[in-house]
């Protein structure tokens, strides 16, 4: 399947989870066998020819992309979590939201320092929370082979906040 | 790796996350490649010569597991949320908690009738969670062919709670 007919399955939803917001729904495309496949194995493109240490994938959505790519490129699964979730030592990035802030954390001993990462989630809007769980793998020492997303709303320019990180998006708005 | 090997890397924290609970922590499994690969492929054990037409996925953990099994067993994936997550026209199903009461969503446009399913979460504990899966997908009329974990915490019986259908849990304490 190409990235057209995923595109084709992803359903908008107006005025989620508020008012103003159009919400691109992923979950029919998830549910269509032949396209959750060929979307886990669009968003390897390019990574199964290097070599990928740990995919790690932001809570909760971006579980259900980055935990496929992992087993399929046959490398470790490390979980970025909310606040409050991860019961070992960890470290904590805070990213604006539009009113406030909110967190990401890691278990302080998720990563090696030098060890090859991607990070993977389901949507790129502003970038904020993928910009907060590169400075988490900064400060393990990981070195960011790249970000992959299954969708990207290109309006809102996420991707120039990722300066210097190759960006994958699959799916564009 | 077998299940003694897997069970080796389940790392325990006590008084988490509340005094008095020990907490059955995978993600050293999780990011160790060869687990990790090893434990959905134990998983998936017994499922894969049968028609298996979604894995129905239990939020947050639940995401890590199920989705390699659907990748794997080229099954869609049907993720359960927690409440108010779903955009789309939902039923939800309540379970007991220690004190109070959650719920869990599915959309109602997420499985037909007769479609061969098999629930997936990190843990079975008191099965709370799992039962109420199954009864988000009675009602949507799905067959449910088991219920998979990777870890089964057997002194709480939550697998009494599932009689009539067949579960599988890899790491038993």
Not at 86 to 91: A, E, Q, S, T, V
Not at 139 to 159: D, K, M, N, P
């Amino acid at each position: 399947m190409n990235a057209a007919e995923l595109q084709a399955l992803i359903r908008d939803i107006p005025d989620f989870p508020q008012p103003g917001i159009l919400f691109r729904d992923i979950t029919p495309l998830l549910k269509d066998k032949r396209a959750f496949a060929g979307a886990i194995d669009l968003m390897c493109e390019g990574l199964a020819a290097q070599r990928i240490d740990h995919i790690v994938a932001i809570e909760a959505r971006g579980y259900l992309l980055g935990a496929p790519m992992a087993y399929r490129l046959g490398a470790g699964l490390v979980p970025v979590r909310k606040p409050g979730k991860l019961p070992f030592k960890r470290l904590t990035a805070d990213y604006a939201l539009e009113y406030g802030t909110n967190s990401l954390e890691i278990h302080n001993d998720a990563l090696s320092p030098g060890e090859r990462v991607v990070i993977v989630d389901d949507l790129l809007a502003t970038g904020g929370t993928a910009v907060a769980t590169k400075s988490l793998l900064k400060q393990l020492g990981a070195a960011i082979v790249g970000v992959s997303f299954l969708v990207e709303l290109t309006a809102l320019h996420g991707r120039e906040k990722l300066d210097g990180t190759p960006v994958n998006a699959v799916v564009k708005y």
